[in-house]
C-alpha cells in the first residue's frame, strides 16, 4: 500500500483518484451486482491504484494465498515473513529485526483485508460475515490484490437486500456497529494468532496493531472517497470506549470494553477551539510500529513513544 508502517503513511489523500476504466484491474464486479458488497468492492477498486478486489472464490498459486492457508500452516506464514524481510531490507539497505519484519507483513495483511469489512459498512451499512476461508490475498511490490467470497451478511431494517436468505438484519445502527466489530474481530483472531510468534508481542499488544490498521485502513479510503471527516467521525464512534461503569460480556463471560476486541478509542485528536488548519498529532496510534529501529528519523509524531511519554 505504499510506504506502509507509519501515520503519515496511511493518513488519506486530500482528493480521490480517477476511476480506473481499462486493464485488468478494471474487472471487480459491477455495481450493479447481485453480490452483497460488491458495489463497495468495486468502488474501492476504481479509486485506488494499490488495491483491487475481486468477488471470487479465494484462489491459489502464483502468489495467491488463502488466509485458511495462512492462519493453518506456520509454514505460509514464514515464507510472508521472508517476503517482507527482504522488502525490508531492499528499502531500507540493512537487515530487519525478526519481529519487525514480521510486524510489518501483519500489518500489510491487515489493512487492505479489514476493508472488506469497513468499507461496505460505511458505504452500504452492510456488514460480510467472512471467515478466512472466504478470502485470498496476492502481494505485489506496490499494490495488493484481494479475492472475496461474501455471502452471508448483516444489515439494518428496510435493506433491500434484507430479505436474502443470507441476509441477517440488525436492529439499529449501534448492533450493525457491533456486528461489524463481532465478524472482523472474529476473522483476525486467528491471523493474530498465527502471527503472534512471530511478532513476539501478546494479544493486548496485536489487538493494538489490528486496531491502528483497521483505522487507518478506512481514514485513508474515506479520504480517497471524499468523506474523511465522516470516516473519522464514524470511527470514532465505533471504537469509542464506553462509559465509566458500563460492560459487555466478553469471552468466557468476563467483562470486556465495549469495542472489544479492539483496542477502545479511534485516537484521532480532538479539535481545539478557535484554531484554524489540523492539530500537530492528526491521530495517536494504538501501538508503536517499530519503523524507527532501521528508520530513526520515521518515528511518527502520533506514535505512543512520543504521544505517552
Known sequence: MGPPMTASSTRPGSAPRAPRTTGAHSQAPAPDSPTPCASSYHRLTALTPTLTVRCAPPRG??????????????????????????????????????????????????????????????????????????????????????????????????????GSPQARTAADG?????????????????????????VRRGPRVLWAMATDAVVEGLWYAGGLLGEQERARAELSVLLAPPAPGTHTPGA???????????????????????????PDTDRARASCCLVYTVEPEGMCTGCPRVTRR
Open 61 to 162: 498459486g502464483d502468489g495467491w494465498l488463502p488466509v485458511a492457508e495462512l492462519v493453518a500452516d506456520p509454514q505460509a506464514v514464514e515464507e510472508l515473513v521472508t517476503h517482507d524481510t527482504l522488502q525490508g531490507l531492499a528499502r531500507y539497505g540493512r537487515p530487519l529485526r525478526p519481529d519487525v519484519a514480521a510486524g510489518f507483513g501483519l500489518h500489510r495483511l491487515v489493512w487492505p483485508v479489514s476493508l472488506l469489512f469497513t468499507v461496505p459498512w460505511f458505504l452500504e451499512r452492510r456488514v460480510p460475515l467472512l471467515g478466512p476461508g472466504d478470502v485470498s490475498v496476492r502481494r505485489g511490490p506496490t499494490a495488493v490484490e484481494l479475492t472475496v467470497r461474501p455471502e452471508a451478511f448483516a444489515c439494518l431494517p428496510g435493506d433491500p437486500a434484507g
Open 174 to 198: 449501534d448492533a450493525l456497529a457491533a456486528e461489524l466489530r463481532d465478524a472482523l474481530g472474529g476473522f483476525l483472531a486467528p491471523v493474530l494468532a498465527a502471527f503472534g510468534p512471530r
Open 252 to 278: 468466557h463471560g468476563t467483562a470486556a470494553p465495549t469495542p472489544a476486541p479492539f483496542t477502545p478509542g479511534a485516537g484521532f485528536a480532538l479539535p481545539v477551539p478557535g484554531r484554524v488548519g489540523a
